[in-house]
């Protein structure tokens, strides 16, 4: 359910057009969809670019895992995506930190509803996710939910 309403929010409400104010979903307890294409990783920033002609839509955030959760691995380059707007929930990322990262992995039935240079079968992040810097008690709280969230996964 959790993924389904994100990834409704993000292709219509997480980059929009219009100025609006961040407001992230609060009360349900943080779990991982078992057939979910997320990635879930440790890793640092190599490099921040917009990804539309005026930066405005979004922002790519590329980042060098150093420890993979779930569907990524040690030593992958993974290109993610974020609103490049505070009021649509953007990430800021720094070039260089070390971050826990939780995305959502979105097929847009119609391409034309993602931003502008965001292309298909993206892993996406906002602030509403579990996405933090690592070495901050957040990050560390984090990190511990999205090993726990791992771990109830059927099969393991």
Known sequence: MRLGVFIVLALTAG????????EC???????????AK?????????EIRPVDPDGWYAKAVVVEVTEG???????????????AQDAACGYRFTT????????IHVDAPDP?????GVPQRSQLVNRCGKTR??????GQ?????????IRRLPGR
């Open 25 to 35: 979903a609060s009360g349900e307890p943080f779990a991982i969809q078992p057939a």
């Open 141 to 149: 709280q984090a990190l511990a939910e999205i090993r726990e969230a």
């Open 69 to 83: 959760l779930r569907n990524a691995n040690p030593g992958e380059t993974i290109t993610f995506y974020t609103p």
């Open 112 to 116: 034309a509803l993602l931003p502008p």
């Open 133 to 138: 810097e690592l070495e901050t008690p957040e």
């Open 38 to 46: 997320a990635v879930a990783a440790v890793g640092r920033v190599t």
């Open 96 to 103: 260089g930190v070390l971050y826990v990262i939780e995305s």
């Open 15 to 22: 980059f929009p057009r219009n100025a609006s104010a961040c």
